[in-house]
């Protein structure tokens, strides 16, 4: 680990002098060279913290064999925090240097769907609709609404989203999976606590080289927009179809009421969509394949349950509960989400 850390800091220093050049703006690797110094900073600081803290302990074992015994044990004292400090130091410099998901600093497409439950599932969809909506709104990412099938009662059986700005891909992909609700539903008349579920994948956003569709592989068609009723249904056909033949994936974007609008979205889902099919083809199960991140939406495939009576939200793969469901479906995931990114980084450094 120490060998590859002084050439990542001889790395940095080389660069460091490279920008700091008279006129190196005008190079045309500056903007090249910039990201990639950004990228190396917070490695070797952390670095320099631990050289730091590994020459304050040895000076303080070193000090403690000359100092009487008062001293000494104040030396040895500060000498064994230091110790301490320099191990969670390492522990640092082990994440930091974990190969990166090339996707993380991507945008993403967020796909809703309501699973078993029925309408109670429709309307556990839109507070999970919701919820990330808040969320992307205390990060400052971007929302943008491709298809949003909504129902009579205020629930939604789908919605499609796309997701814009920094780390927006990883900030959201631990979401993926069946989500589970348990409550009694306003309908009901006895009281009795329902369980419903419903469905969550997040998928990076493909990059235009990436993914290539071929006119011949493609069939478009158009209809009108569907909706709750009254004035939210469309009288022209503006909705888009898009179908792949190779693959079968078929993706519909009726939200926007201009069809090159609603085109132009359709396709970016569905880029999105081959990119996560073929890239999980590739890798074969060390991916997660988006029918495998979702399932089927049967109760008993969950990644994560809402249990309203307890007002706990228990995430069933790290086995961590939270007790604050007013806060979290208002969007204030980021203690879950982290200990989601903690646990992945932890299982990625045991080698599973």
Known sequence: MFPRLEEICARYDALS?????????????????????AELEEIVETYRVYRRTEEEMN?????????TEEMRELLLEEGHALKERLHTVEEQLKLLL??????????????????????????????????????CEKHRLTWEVADLNETELG???????????????????YE????????????????????STCTVA???????????????????????????????????????????????IVVTCQDERSQLKNKEKAFRVLKSRLYDY???????AEAANRRSLVGTGDRSERIRTYNFPQSRITDHRIGLSL????????????????????ADAARRLAGE
Do not use: W
């Not at 939604?156 to 959201?172: F, P, S, T």
């Not at 073929?278 to 074969?284: E, F, K, L, Q, T």
């Not at 979290?328 to 982290?338: Q, V």
């Open 155 to 173: 629930g939604i059986k789908e919605a499609i989203v796309l997701i814009g700005g920094k780390d927006a891909y990883k900030r959201l992909k």
């Open 323 to 342: 007790h604050n469901m007013e806060e979290f479906l208002s969007g204030d995931l980021d203690e879950m989400t982290e200990a989601l990114a903690r």
């Open 98 to 135: 974990l190969p990166k998901d090339k996707n993380d600093e991507r945008g993403c497409t967020l796909e809703i769907r309501a699973g078993a439950g029925g309408e109670e599932a429709a309307l556990f969809a839109y507070e999970l609709y919701r919820m990330y909506m808040g969320y």
């Open 202 to 248: 997040v998928l990076p956003e493909a990059e235009e080289v990436e993914v290539e569709i071929k006119d011949e592989d493609i069939r478009i068609d158009l209809f009108r927009s569907s909706g709750a009723g009254g004035q939210k249904v469309n009288k022209t056909e503006t909705a888009i179809r898009i179908t792949h033949f190779p693959t079968g």
């Open 17 to 37: 002098e490279q920008l700091s050049a008279p006129d190196a703006y005008l190079s045309a690797d500056f903007a090249k060279c910039s990201k990639e110094r």
């Open 278 to 284: 073929y890239a999980s083809r590739a890798v074969g």
């Open 176 to 195: 993926s999976g069946v989500h589970r609700v348990q409550r009694v539903p306003e309908t009901e008349s006895q009281g009795r606590i329902h369980t």
């Open 59 to 67: 000076a303080a074992f070193a000090e403690a064999e000359h100092e």
